[in-house]
């Protein structure tokens, strides 16, 4: 081990080159314009696995980008295997003129390398890459076997990696799935994450008149479609910000009276959170706590609404449309699917018979929970300590990654999710970023991950 991060200590300096190329690469996934460069990426990124000495290195071509498998399998059939799961594919990048250096021209300053894809997900799969490179340069093995699923379609909702799970199920049958796209509590506060919230999008069109009409001549007489959305939007939460969708709650786990307690001990600072965005105050449902609500208890949110004029100055017209994307985070064991369909039918009863409303569903993904006491939790609880010297705070998180459900369902394997970021680093906005120390700690961490599940089940064989 010793020899192994020495391996990672002198080579940081070719582990932020080796990033930067992977950054340079804008594999954008939900924009058509960008197919070729996520293709590109893919290849760039198989290649790297091979160079890095990963095996059986392939790209999985799927209904859209392909996913990126390679693997280890040397350490013999007594060791356990593990799935890492990460993905090469980024968020857009607009607005474009918020970011200070252009968005695939990867810079570091400040001990922070900025770019988007930054720390969602390519600094965080590169740091894994990095400490499996580590540990086949130094000790010409690893502890344990190693298989690497990247996909390209995360930002996307992971739209058809449920295929290639179930059909390549036994070639990537595993005891541990190890996820690194998540963020630590604070800095230098390392952290596992034991739930993620699912998604519901949809998008919502409310149709009135014809066409756009004078506001004097005809307002008054017709019902406005701006107006109406924004009525429809209104009944959606109470003034307690419950959800008034029927049947919204009905399968929502509640938060158990020992977990309140835990999440009462994490340091929370209150006041400081609110500051840190500018506001007087938090706001959010009755009764729950700040971080109850963001990561145990769903939630209904406005993404963006628009219609009518909205340019510079005053034009009176009554549009003709308008339209709102709503997102729904979900908890245990709410459904995204039946989710969706309790939307739409209370859209339906609540919309006026005097407009047209169009329902529409995005992306979607499912929330998931994880074991805390599995032998992978615990080889991680003992790598970050080792790592950042203090023990990691056990969390859940109020975003979402899709497959972990899935994944979950189809492997049959214990989930560890291991994050490195910060939730300062702008994450999706612009001028994401991610700490060059967490990028370094994370392979460290990585290398005693491997060391520590070996010995675990080991002890537990
Ligand atoms: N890495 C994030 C999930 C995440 C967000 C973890 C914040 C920790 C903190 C992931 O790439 C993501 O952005 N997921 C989307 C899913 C959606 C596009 C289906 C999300 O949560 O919005
Ligand atoms: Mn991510
Ligand atoms: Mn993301």
Redesign the pocket.
């Known amino acids: 081990m010793q020899k192994t991060l020495e391996y990672i200590e002198s080579h940081q300096d070719q582990h932020i080159r080796d990033l930067s190329e992977f950054l340079a690469i804008p594999s954008v996934s939900t924009d058509a314009e960008y197919k070729a460069d996520v293709e590109r990426c893919a290849a760039w990124l198989s290649e790297h696995l091979a160079q890095c000495g990963l095996e059986n290195v392939q790209q999985i071509p799927s209904g859209g980008h392909p996913a990126v498998y390679a693997d280890w399998l040397h350490a013999g059939s007594n060791a356990p295997t593990v799935l890492f799961y990460g ?1 090469y594919d980024v ?1 857009p990048v607009d607005p474009l003129d918020l970011w200070t250096s252009p968005p695939f021209e990867p810079i570091v300053k400040d001990g922070k390398i900025y770019a988007r894809g930054a720390v ?2 390519k600094g965080q799969v590169m740091l894994q890459i990095k400490a499996l490179e580590a540990c086949l340069r130094s000790d010409g093995r690893l502890p344990v076997n190693v298989k690497l699923l990247i996909e390209g379609e ?5 739209e058809h990696l449920e295929d290639i799970l179930r059909e390549h199920r036994e070639r990537l049958a595993c005891d541990v799935i190890l996820i690194s ?3 630590m509590f604070g800095p230098a506060m390392p952290s596992l ?1 034991y739930g ?2 699912g ?1 519901t ?1 949809m998008e919502i069109t409310v149709h009135g008149p014809n066409r756009d009409l004078h506001s004097g001549s005809f307002g008054g007489a017709v019902d406005n479609p701006a107006n109406a959305l924004c009525a429809m939007i209104a009944q959606l939460k109470d003034a307690f910000g419950r959800i008034q969708i029927p049947g919204f709650y009905d399968s929502v786990r509640s938060v158990s009276e020992t977990e309140r307690r835990e999440l009462q001990r994490l340091p929370w600072d209150e006041q400081g959170y609110a500051d840190s965005l500018g506001l007087a105050h938090t706001n959010g449902e009755f009764g729950y706590s700040t971080l109850e609500r963001l990561w145990a208890r769903p939630t209904l949110d406005v993404n963006g609404i628009w219609g009518g004029f909205t340019g510079e100055g005053a034009k009176t017209v009554l549009p003709a449309k308008a339209s709102a994307k709503i ?1 729904m ?1 979900l908890v245990p064991d709410q459904d995204c699917h039946d989710i969706a369909e309790k939307f739409e039918q209370y859209i339906r009863t609540i919309a006026p018979p005097t407009v047209r409303v169009e329902v529409q569903s995005l ?3 499912n929330p998931a929970l994880t074991e805390i006491d599995s032998v992978g939790m615990r080889a991680a609880m003992r790598a970050l300590e080792l790592a950042y010297g203090r023990k990691p705070f056990l969390q859940r ?6 497959i972990v459900l899935v994944l979950q369902e189809i492997l049959a394997a214990d989930t560890v999710l291991m ?1 490195f ?1 910060l ?1 300062t680093e702008n ?2 906005s612009p001028n994401e970023h991610f700490s060059l120390a967490n990028y370094k700690s994370g392979s460290i961490a990585t290398a005693h991950f491997y060391h520590e599940l070996l010995n675990l089940s080991a002890g537990s064989a």
């Open positions: 993905h968020q969602d997900d995360e930002e996307i909702g992971s796209d998540t963020a994450v993620l919230r998604l999008y997102s985070r992306h979607g993904g998180e109020g975003g979402s990654i899709p994050g970021g939730n994450t999706h």
